[in-house]
């Protein structure tokens, strides 16, 4: 089915107004939908992080998910914009920034002049969603909204008409290498839900525990950006592994 562009809709935002333009396309499940792959950079061999980034190139993978966390909101410390500045420099690749930091909207700003295409927030950190997302938009990034295992899918529905996409994470954040948490599987398809109920056109992104088998559940859920890193970077061949994250591989 053709996309086609309706009405542009005005929200009042903060006693101020800003323009979202809509694009509507046919949401269901998520074989109906383009499928994405954001490799974690967190399975990456950090000293050989330059070849590895040109690997992914090479191997048709769509985003670099970059984890960034500050030992407060999750009990682990990465890297941060340093490090986002010299991988920007590099590549081309589309970067799938997750800010999980007690106060994003701090760091907007400074993210997005290091070369983030898309930040990622929580919606369980200190920061005002919606500021938080009004910050990303004016910095000309697509914004996110994150939500761990634990929190409802509903607290993110109010801001839906606001994001270009939800992340969903499918292990507690904070490590790489855990495992798929099932009973998010519910959370993924309440969300798809929403936003098909509402037409709009917001990716659903999943984070953590993705491989061969649960990312047939989670794209059946509705999920269509599928964060992997083990899976990924441990694969003899990794345009395959991609490749099966997108899409059932036949037996």
């Given at each position: 089915?053709?996309?086609?562009?309706?009405?542009?809709?005005?929200?009042?935002?903060?006693?101020?107004?800003?323009?979202?333009i809509f694009q509507t396309s046919y949401i269901g499940r998520s074989d109906k939908l383009k499928n994405y792959v954001?490799?974690?950079?967190?399975?990456?061999?950090?000293?050989?992080?330059?070849k590895e980034i040109k690997k992914l190139e090479d191997n048709g993978i769509d985003m670099l998910?970059?984890?960034?966390?500050?030992?407060?909101?999750?009990?682990?410390?990465?890297?941060?914009?340093?490090?986002?500045?010299?991988?920007?420099?590099?590549?081309?690749?589309?970067?799938d920034v997750h800010l999980m930091i007690a106060d994003p909207l701090k760091y907007?700003?400074?993210?997005?002049?290091?070369?983030?295409?898309?930040?990622?927030?929580?919606?369980?950190s200190d920061s005002d969603p919606l500021e938080t997302i009004k910050a990303i938009k004016e910095c000309g990034v697509k914004p996110a909204l994150a939500i761990k295992p634990a929190t409802p899918a509903e607290s993110v529905f109010e801001y839906l008409p606001y994001l270009d996409m939800v992340l969903v994470m499918t292990v507690e954040p904070g490590f790489g290498g855990q495992s798929f948490i099932?009973?998010?599987?519910?959370?993924i398809r309440a969300v798809r839900h929403k936003i098909t109920e509402l037409g709009l056109d917001v990716n659903v992104?999943?984070?953590?525990?993705?491989?061969?088998?649960?990312s047939g559940t989670v794209r059946e859920a509705g999920a269509n950006v599928l964060v992997s890193g083990s899976y990924l970077f441990?694969?003899?061949?990794?345009?395959?592994a991609a490749q099966s994250l997108k899409e059932d591989m036949p037996c």
């Open positions: 089915m053709s996309d086609k562009y309706y009405i542009i809709i005005v929200y009042g935002f903060f006693k101020k107004s800003f323009c979202l954001s490799a974690s950079v967190l399975s990456a061999d950090m000293l050989e992080l330059g998910h970059f984890d960034v966390m500050d030992g407060i909101f999750v009990p682990n410390i990465t890297f941060g914009i340093p490090v986002l500045q010299q991988v920007r420099k590099v590549t081309d690749i589309t970067l907007v700003k400074r993210f997005a002049d290091s070369g983030a295409d898309l930040i990622s927030f929580h919606i369980e099932t009973e998010t599987v519910d959370k992104e999943v984070d953590g525990g993705i491989n061969g088998v649960t441990a694969a003899e061949n990794m345009a395959k």
